[in-house]
């Protein structure tokens, strides 16, 4: 099973700062890595998928980079929304897929 | 508008048995995957179970394997999970998801999610 790992589990910053997520996949998983946002009692939902592409209505300011073992997510300049835990998730061989444990962007 | 919503969670003893229902619109059923997910706060998120467009293939995380069912109705639009067995350790969120993407890559969207408490 591939096992992700996130850091820093808790990242806190100010809004308009840029915000670097990572993402290390214990084997490679190709591009096949996406990114979640979830907000405190919501189910999460998607950001990126396929490493590096935006999903519907995802504002530009997310960005997805990364192959292989190695993931960033970057918000560009961090607006009152985005505070939120974000994970990352793979599905390179599948069953099963696997999650990150959760990078918690908190409000400095 | 795309929508899962998930019910049929609650309070269920130990050895007991849940039936989670989660029915779909706004998107053609028939031809997703779908999927279910849960999530506790020591584990985190945990993939469960994966059902074909036709039903005709299913997949299990190890952990549920030989207790739990995943099955669909794609003529009610419906995706289910039947849990038996269950245990204090099945405790979650469980999430309906479609499972997107040329090859079930991704999940999106995702169900408000249905609380099941395992506990006597």
């Known amino acids: 099973e591939i096992v992700l790992t996130q850091s820093p589990a808790t990242l806190s910053l100010s809004p308009g700062e840029r915000a670097t997520l990572s993402c290390r996949a214990s084997?490679?998983?190709?591009?096949?890595l996406a990114w979640y946002q979830q907000k405190p009692g919501q189910a999460p939902r998607l950001l990126i998928y396929?490493?590096?592409n935006r999903a519907t209505g995802i504002p530009a300011r997310f960005s997805g980079s990364g192959s292989g073992t190695d993931f960033t997510l970057t918000i560009s300049s961090l607006e009152p929304e985005d505070f939120a835990v974000y994970y990352c998730?793979?599905?390179?061989?599948?069953?099963?897929?696997?999650f990150g444990q959760g990078t918690k962007l908190e409000i400095k | 508008e795309v929508q899962l919503v998930e019910s049929g969670g609650g309070l269920v003893q130990p050895g007991g048995s849940l039936k989670l229902s989660c029915a779909a619109s706004?998107?053609?059923?028939?031809?997703?995957?779908m999927s279910w997910v849960r999530q506790t706060p020591g584990k985190g998120l945990e993939w469960v179970a994966n059902?074909?467009?036709?039903?005709?293939?299913?997949y299990y995380v190890g952990s549920v394997r030989g207790r739990f069912t995943v099955s669909r109705d794609n003529a009610k639009k419906s995706l289910y999970l039947q849990m038996d067995s269950l245990s204090a350790e099945d405790t979650a969120v469980y999430y309906c998801?479609?499972?997107?993407?040329?090859?079930?890559?991704?999940?999106?969207?995702w169900g408000q999610g249905t609380l099941v408490i395992v506990s006597s």
């Open positions: 998801a479609r499972a997107s993407g040329v090859n079930a890559n991704w999940f999106d969207p």
């Open positions: 706004g998107f053609n059923f028939s031809i997703y995957w």
């Open positions: 059902i074909k467009r036709d039903g005709s293939e299913k």
């Open positions: 084997q490679s998983v190709g591009n096949y």
């Open positions: 396929d490493a590096s």
């Open positions: 998730q793979q599905r390179s061989n599948w069953p099963p897929y696997s």
